[in-house]
């Protein structure tokens, strides 16, 4: 799969379906594959944290969800095929775990949130096994209990949903423990299985305003939406510096 360097992180040049192909692979495996769903603000912090940035890179898959990063790769010559969002990706998977009778294992989000998303899931995918959930805002000693207990539920896809940088660095600090085949930094998208945060329409998806929609339905996002014009500043001076 051919790669994409933004500003230090290690893009798939990757259409949906070929993230989703590629994935159905993890399935077969025995080890833990982890998928993360950068966009541009998530690359702008993993600047400042090399660490981080060293943690997402080391990402079996690293798919675009950002349309930031589209533009970003239109602007250094080496456009990406499209935009990926985690939670397509993600559906995508979910269809396939359906079709093959696998589990999965939601962990993060607000108490009930994740038990909320089984249910409506279950409705969709009635032939995956949800093994099991665990809310996102637990103490740090209580991680250890939380590593048994998705173990211990021996499911195929592991979500995680405790928002970035903290469901990438728990997946890499665990992953060589894990009992599953792949897990995902699914950031809000438990909400919306729950029915608590609404998607935005195809509209604003296809026109690449869904960061937009968001903004207006949680309009405490404008501080951390802010730095977004800095990352393409960032990306047209090294655009500048590569000529
Ligand atoms: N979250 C969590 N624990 C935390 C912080 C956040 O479970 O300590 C959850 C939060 O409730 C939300 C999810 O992480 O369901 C994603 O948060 P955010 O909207 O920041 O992620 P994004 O979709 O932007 O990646």
Redesign the pocket.
Known sequence: MKRLNVLGADIHCITLEEAILNAKEYFDGDICRMVA?P?S??IMNAMKDPEFMDILNSADMIIP?GIGLVYASKILKQPLKERVT?IDFAEGILEYLNNEGKSVFL????PG?AEKAVENLSQKYPDIKFTGTY????KDTEEEKIVELINEATADLLCV????P??ERFINKYRGRLNVKVAI???????VWAGT?KRAPVFFQKTGLEWFY?LIQ?PS?YK?MRILPLFMFKVLLKRKEAK
């Open positions: 769903t966009n603000e998530i969800d985690g962990f993060g989000s607000k949130i809310h996102g805002y637990y949903a405790l928002g970035s903290k469901q930094g699914v950031g809000g998208s438990l909400d945060l968001r949680e996002r951390r």
